[in-house]
């Protein structure tokens, strides 16, 4: 049986020569997307912004999302979108989104538009789904998201920074932080709801694009000590096209259940899985085209001979 | 490396058989385990509330709400103690801020009033641990008879405490009253309690029953007053102005001190009115309150009195004739339902204080079932590609790949199944993606095996250090992404915990698969076939 190769054998990609141009841009694109998540910034979701969430299916078949919008539209609720989606399995229905009300006690008003809207709607609709988050609860939400987003990264640098010499956990704060910088940015400009499972989807990123990243320096590492004359442009060139098929089996391999989980994984997790596809792609990216070639600026080696003592220091694992 | 024990082969072999034993019963449907014999194993794996449709329901005690409430009986309370004879003369009694507030007129008395208003610091119960006792006012009367009396950080926060776990115990019985959930109660943090009912089609009904404060009152009506009348004039002390539940335009001017309250009561049930048949609630009052209630009633022939819930004028029945039985009837615009309701609130009792739902997630049944549909569709179709991408580019060990994917398949399921974590959609998700890394370990294994072959070792040689080298690098990855799952599982809540769940166990299963079964597998292949070359 033939087999097939997504990636031929003893490719000689020159990375680091490639860095001239992919790094500028790289730099521009994590600028420009801190740029607009604080700027434009995302659509925050009711985890965040506080609010009601409601998924309904209209019992009529042929409904009118114009009548269901000037029906709310005359419950004076403030801000309520109203969007219809379809699924390969549920079918279609309808979200609304209704913004936080104002008031002395914002939750209980919260409630009271609820039961309007509930009243208005009457039994024309089944409700599939009803997500309220009040004030307090998202304010500490989005605390408590940050912090999991700043321990996360702090622990998963902890074991890098143990397991391998500090060049390589700087690297992968580059490439990991570069990685979380564009997703942020794919937020805001694929207008995914911001919400709780997004930072779940970031996390996961992350551990996916060290997962990537630390295979290629195990690489680099290990090669460090079987090379030792090599220098270093041609050694972190030849560790990536090493590791190049790994690199894109695997991204490939997640990816395509990721696509699954995207087309029939149900609306609930559809933009937590949009993330994850981005995420995994730009991980992938960063891990071949940023987290080695940086290394370069870190000095490795210092001079020759020292560098290989150093470098056999560094590598005191088989 | 290749060389591998027969008992250790065994003992791989064991722990598969056994996730896959655990892990049957959740191919079959609930009823079919139920009837199986008690020696199967017929543990399944609980669905989240997301699965199974549900509510998920956070509420907050409103301390505001409380302490505004608990204030004005502390206000009465003052005022019964000054007039105690000998009567102290004070002007200025009133809520200010959290406190209540008066000045005393005699100078001389100010000592005698101090120790008045002692008694109603009220001492708390703050458990074995605490030294000396915590009171829940603090007392303040200065040299110009200004006396406070001061809600203290500690008091409040003992007293809402306390609050939390009576509102569990009135939920539990109100809820066991409806009879048909069996949703799971309990304290969040300091001043919340949750609630999740699964498997509730309407949680409107649920919401209704916990959220009621349904404080019962009975108290004897002054005047009745329009609304505007209402606003333009001030409310005399001692007396309360109550909206008509019915008539927002009606406001009934009551006593400030109830006739009775729900306590008093000893049953209610939903009934239809003899002659109207209407619904209504009839009560019975215990043998006290019938007491109470056949003196006013007596007293009071001719007047209103004002049947009170939650602040609001339900009725206002003219008091016809003495009472004397102690059972009563209220009426009011009830539906079959609200009746029947009112009844299971009014015997179950009520909240001590009022509770708003800061946090609500219901999912219905039908997204539910949709969910879990979903999720298996996308199960099915993400293995099947990962199957055919494992046999294109690997062949033979392809199959070897695909066989490791689904025993770690398995093994997430039985691992869900025998600690009892709960898989939600986020979850599935997390198996799902597992399916996608878990292949990663086969690829670095056999990508390494490759690279040492084609660098001139004999085939067995290459995949004795191909295994060795690829493992390192595999513990390594894995590791990191062990990481960001624990932060997940210990800092998010439901949903993103049951990704979490099932991502972590991908990942510890994934390394027990690479280092025992896929290794295992490979070892007795090269131990049959001792191959010329490697198949990747």
């Given at each position: 049986m033939r087999k097939l190769r997504l990636i031929p054998d003893d490719t000689k990609i020159r990375f680091m020569w490639l860095r001239r141009f992919n790094f500028p841009a790289s730099i521009l694109l994590s600028v420009l997307s801190v740029v607009l998540f604080f700027t434009v910034g995302p659509q925050y979701g009711i985890d965040f912004r506080g609010g009601s969430l409601l998924e309904v299916k209209p019992v009529a078949a042929n409904y009118d999302l114009g009548a269901i919008r000037a029906t709310l539209g005359q419950l004076n609720l403030g801000d309520v979108q109203v969007t219809e989606v379809s699924d390969p399995v549920a079918g279609t229905s309808v979200l609304i989104r209704i913004q936080q009300q104002a008031g002395e006690d914002p939750d209980a008003a919260q409630q009271a538009a609820l039961a309007r809207v509930r009243d208005a709607f009457g039994d024309t609709v089944e409700y599939r789904r009803v997500e309220t988050v009040g004030p307090r609860v998202s304010g500490e939400l989005a605390y408590n998201g940050t912090i999991a987003l700043l321990v996360t990264i702090v622990a998963i640098l902890i074991y890098v920074w143990f397991r391998f010499e500090w060049q390589f956990a700087v690297g992968a704060i580059i490439a990991t932080g570069h990685d979380v910088l564009m997703t942020l940015g794919f937020f805001v400009v694929a207008r995914l709801d911001f919400n709780l499972s997004s930072i779940a989807a970031i996390l996961t990123i992350v551990g996916y694009s060290l997962n990537d990243t630390v295979v290629v320096y195990d690489r680099i590492r290990e090669n460090l000590r079987k090379y030792k004359k090599m220098p270093l442009i041609e050694l972190l060139d030849r560790s990536v096209n090493e590791t190049l098929s790994r690199t894109t089996q695997t991204s490939l391999t997640t990816v395509l259940v990721l696509l699954a989980l995207f087309i029939f994984g149900g609306e609930v997790i559809r933009s937590f899985v949009a993330a994850m596809i981005f995420g995994v792609a730009i991980g992938t990216y960063s891990s071949i085209y940023i987290a080695a070639p940086v290394l370069v600026y870190f000095r490795l080696r210092t001079g020759q001979t020292a560098g290989d003592s150093e470098a056999a220091e560094a590598t005191g694992r088989a | 490396m290749l060389q591998i024990a027969r008992w250790k082969v065994t003992l791989i072999l064991l722990v598969v058989v056994a996730a896959v034993i655990v892990a049957v019963p959740n191919v079959f449907s609930g009823q079919t385990v139920a009837s199986w014999p008690a020696w199967l194993p017929r543990n399944q794996v609980v669905l989240g509330l997301d699965l199974q449709g549900g509510a998920y329901l956070l509420y907050e005690?409103?301390?505001?709400?409380?302490?505004?409430?608990?204030?004005?009986?502390?206000?009465?309370?003052?005022?019964?103690?000054?007039?105690?004879?000998?009567?102290?003369?004070?002007?200025?009694?009133?809520?200010?801020?959290?406190?209540?507030?008066?000045?005393?007129?005699?100078?001389?008395?100010?000592?005698?009033?101090?120790?008045?208003?002692?008694?109603?610091?009220?001492?708390?119960?703050?458990?074995?641990?605490?030294?000396?006792?915590?009171?829940?006012?603090?007392?303040?009367?200065?040299?110009?008879?200004?006396?406070?009396?001061?809600?203290?950080?500690?008091?409040?926060?003992?007293?809402?405490?306390?609050?939390?776990?009576?509102?569990?115990?009135?939920?539990?019985?109100?809820?066991?009253?409806?009879?048909?959930?069996?949703p799971s109660i309990q304290r969040q943090g300091e001043d919340r309690i949750l609630v999740e009912a699964p498997g509730l089609g309407d949680p409107e009904r649920l919401k209704a029953l916990v959220g009621q404060t349904a404080q019962l009152t009975f108290h004897m009506v002054v005047s009745q007053i329009s609304a505007s009348e209402a606003e333009r004039t001030a409310p005399e002390p001692g007396t309360l102005r109550l909206v008509d539940a019915d008539d927002p335009e009606l406001i009934h001017v009551v006593e400030d001190v109830p006739l009775m309250t729900g306590e008093d009561l000893v049953d209610a049930q939903a009934g239809f009115d003899g002659q109207t048949n209407e619904p209504v609630v009839d009560f019975r009052l215990t043998t006290g309150g019938a007491r109470k209630f056949a003196e006013v009633t007596a007293n009071n022939v001719g007047r209103l009195f004002a049947i009170v819930l939650d602040e609001e004028v339900i009725s206002a029945p003219v008091i016809r004739e003495p009472i004397p039985g102690g059972s009563g009837q209220i009426s009011g615009s009830f539906t079959v339902e609200s009746a029947n309701d009112l009844a299971i609130l009014l015997r179950a009792g009520s909240l001590p204080a009022k509770l708003t739902i800061v946090e609500e997630r219901s999912v219905g049944p039908g997204l539910g079932a949709d969910s879990i549909e979903a999720g298996r569709i996308a199960a099915m179709i993400g293995t099947v590609a990962i199957i055919a991408f494992m046999l294109a580019v690997y062949g033979f060990f392809g199959v070897i790949a695909n066989v490791a994917v689904i025993v770690n398949v398995i093994m997430i399921v039985a691992v869900l199944t025998l600690f009892g974590f709960t898989l939600t959609l986020p979850g599935i998700a997390g198996i799902v993606l597992t399916v996608g890394m878990a292949v990663d370990s086969n690829v670095l294994i056999y990508e390494r095996i490759r690279e040492e072959f084609r660098q001139g070792r004999t085939a067995i040689a290459a995949i004795d250090t191909g295994f060795t080298r690829a493992l390192g690098t595999i513990v390594d990855a894995n590791v990191t992404t062990l990481i960001a799952a624990v932060v997940l599982f210990f800092l998010g809540s439901g949903p993103i915990r049951g990704f979490a769940v099932t991502y972590m166990i991908g990942i510890l299963t994934t390394l027990f698969t690479a280092f025992t079964f896929t290794r295992m597998v490979i070892a007795l292949w090269v131990a049959e076939r001792r191959p010329k070359t490697v198949p990747v």
């Open positions: - | 005690v409103d301390r505001t709400d409380y302490v505004h409430k608990r204030l004005r009986t502390l206000v009465s309370d003052v005022r019964t103690a000054m007039l105690e004879s000998p009567r102290i003369g004070y002007t200025g009694l009133g809520i200010q801020g959290q406190g209540v507030q008066l000045r005393i007129r005699d100078l001389d008395r100010v000592d005698d009033a101090r120790q008045r208003l002692d008694d109603l610091r009220n001492p708390l119960d703050a458990g074995i641990l605490a030294s000396g006792s915590i009171y829940e006012f603090d007392l303040s009367v200065d040299d110009n008879g200004l006396a406070r009396l001061s809600y203290s950080e500690a008091g409040l926060t003992e007293r809402v405490s306390g609050i939390v776990a009576q509102s569990i115990e009135v939920i539990n019985r109100r809820i066991n009253e409806l009879g048909t959930t069996e």
